[in-house]
């Protein structure tokens, strides 16, 4: 297994504010990981610095050997938390957008996710709901043949049912090679497709590991390990 990312001494400073305080990760590739933790931990500050959204901190940050800029963001498919796609846009023009920015997106991947969801195509993004939307989002960012999926609370705002279904469209077809960063509160629904978790606090990793060893470790769920840790 190939390391995906590796972070030393992060830090990052809103004015006098430290929102990330020595933070240190290692990440390997070929995994799924729920980054998890408290309101303002800190959790969409790290995936914008991953991301390259954020350049300005302290720490040495490594993506596949690179620090965040050109050469990393080529192989990192990021989806913010907040919608980023414009509201006067159809699903075509957000499918062409992809395909003229990103080398490495699949469109016909894309159409076949949009169309696994009902979703249609000629639809202008400010007639969907949010649940649609976000559904058009992952299918957008999960089209890219990254090496790295940052997505930030991407089924937030979709309905109980429909969220094993926009879980699954994460995982298939998913390069075997490829790791996946996953922040979330809804921890329970994510559960069953996490291979890792980073439990936050206070701009810090506080708790990280396998699934499988926490939860042989704890004698619980990982969600109920969350639950006992942030009490
Ligand atoms: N642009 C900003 N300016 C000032 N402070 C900020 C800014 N963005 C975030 N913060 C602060 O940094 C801290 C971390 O915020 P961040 O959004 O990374 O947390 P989070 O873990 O993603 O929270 P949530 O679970 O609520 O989404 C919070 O205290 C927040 O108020």
């Given at each position: 297994m190939t390391t995906a990312i590796t972070i030393r001494g992060l830090n990052k400073d809103y004015g006098r504010f430290r929102a990330l305080d020595g933070l240190d990760l290692d990440l390997d590739g070929g995994r799924i990981v729920g980054l998890l933790g408290e309101n303002g931990c800190g959790k969409t500050t790290l995936l914008k610095v991953l991301a390259g959204a954020l350049t300005r901190y302290d720490g040495d940050v490594r993506i596949h050997g690179h620090r965040p800029g050109p050469e990393s963001k080529a192989m990192v498919s990021f989806l913010p938390d907040a919608s980023f796609l414009p509201d006067t846009s159809t699903l075509d023009g957000c499918i062409r957008r992809y395909r003229d920015f990103?080398?490495?997106?699949?469109e016909d991947h894309a159409r076949e996710l949009i169309g696994f969801f009902s979703?249609?195509?000629?639809?202008?993004?400010?007639?969907?709901s949010k649940g649609m939307r976000e559904k058009a989002q992952i299918a957008l960012a999960m089209s890219?043949?990254?090496?790295v999926y940052l997505l930030d609370e991407p089924i937030s705002g979709v309905d109980p049912a429909a969220r094993d279904v926009l879980l699954q469209a994460i995982v298939r077809d998913l390069d075997p090679e490829a790791l996946v960063v996953i922040s979330t509160h809804l921890i329970h629904d994510l559960e069953p497709i996490l291979d890792g978790v980073a439990f936050m606090r206070y701009g810090r990793v506080l708790l990280s590991g396998e699934v499988d060893d926490l939860r042989a470790e704890h004698g619980k769920s990982i969600d109920a390990l969350f639950r006992e840790v942030y009490r």
């Open positions: 990103f080398a490495d997106f699949d979703l249609d195509t000629g639809a202008r993004l400010s007639t969907l890219r043949r990254a090496k």
